[in-house]
């Protein structure tokens, strides 16, 4: 049962223009929400996250929006730059477990073209 | 200020033997994770760890795999008899004592377990 879903495996987006990539999930008392990205070969590495108290939460050029009542959440990269190229994982955590034990998304490629 | 220090990153092992994964958590964290992520997924949550306690081994399988953290050195990954579906990367995470929700664990490079 993925109980944290991407369901596009990859987006190719132009250099400058907006990455928006997607996550659902089904398990409702998930209180927590994050997105990691990931270079071939290294760990995942925190980007952003947010709070189920919150709606939208931001940093820099990176926007994580949460809609609770359809359970999505979505990460806004503007403007996109090459280097943001990378695999993306959406994670969740529930409340009353501890904040490292998480729940992954299988991720998504974005690939920013020059 | 190092990171979450894993090591090997590359480990070919031959299918009935063991393998070891180590994870040293980042200065002052006593809180360890281990993940695993088979090819084309994403990393799932095997056990948690603290200093001299596992905590939560919910997504541990059931057989061959075991893992510490004592009181003094790195945490443990253990995996015996290892066949061909165990090849993978093994990811390792460590964080505070305390969390808040304002907190996040941090990552380790990983192990790249090949069983041949």
């Known amino acids: 049962d993925q109980q944290v879903k991407q369901n596009s495996p990859s987006l190719s987006v132009q250099e400058g223009r907006i990455s928006i990539l997607n996550c659902d999930y089904t398990?409702?008392?998930?209180?927590?929400f994050l997105w990691y990205k990931k270079y071939p070969a290294e760990g995942p590495t925190f980007l952003i996250s947010?709070?189920?108290?919150?709606d939208k939460n931001e940093d820099g050029r990176f926007t994580v929006f949460l809609n609770k009542s359809a359970k999505h959440l979505s990460l806004h990269i503007v403007p996109s730059q090459p280097g943001d190229s990378a695999v993306y994982f959406c994670?969740?955590?529930?409340?009353?477990?501890?904040?490292?034990?998480?729940?992954f998304g299988q991720g998504t490629i974005l690939t920013v073209h020059p | 200020n190092a990171g979450v220090m894993q090591n090997p990153r590359h480990l070919v092992r031959r299918r009935g033997q063991e393998a070891r994964l180590r994870c040293s958590p980042m200065?002052?964290?006593?809180?360890v994770y281990w993940y695993r992520q088979l090819p084309e997924e994403g990393l799932k949550f095997m056990v948690y760890?603290?200093?001299?306690?596992?905590?939560?081994e919910s997504g541990m399988p059931k057989e061959r795999f075991s893992a510490e953290f004592p009181k003094e050195g790195p945490s443990i990954l253990r995996i015996q008899q290892v066949v061909r579906g165990d090849s993978a990367a093994y990811f390792c995470?460590?964080?505070?004592?305390?969390?808040?929700?304002?907190?996040?664990?941090?990552f380790g490079q990983g192990t790249r377990l090949t069983v041949v």
């Open positions: 398990n409702s008392m998930f209180d927590y």
């Open positions: 994670a969740a955590s529930v409340a009353g477990t501890s904040y490292g034990k998480l729940t």
């Open positions: 760890l603290q200093k001299e306690n596992i905590i939560d």
């Open positions: 995470a460590s964080s505070p004592p305390l969390l808040t929700i304002h907190t996040e664990a941090f």
């Open positions: 947010i709070s189920s108290i919150k």
């Open positions: 200065k002052g964290h006593s809180h």
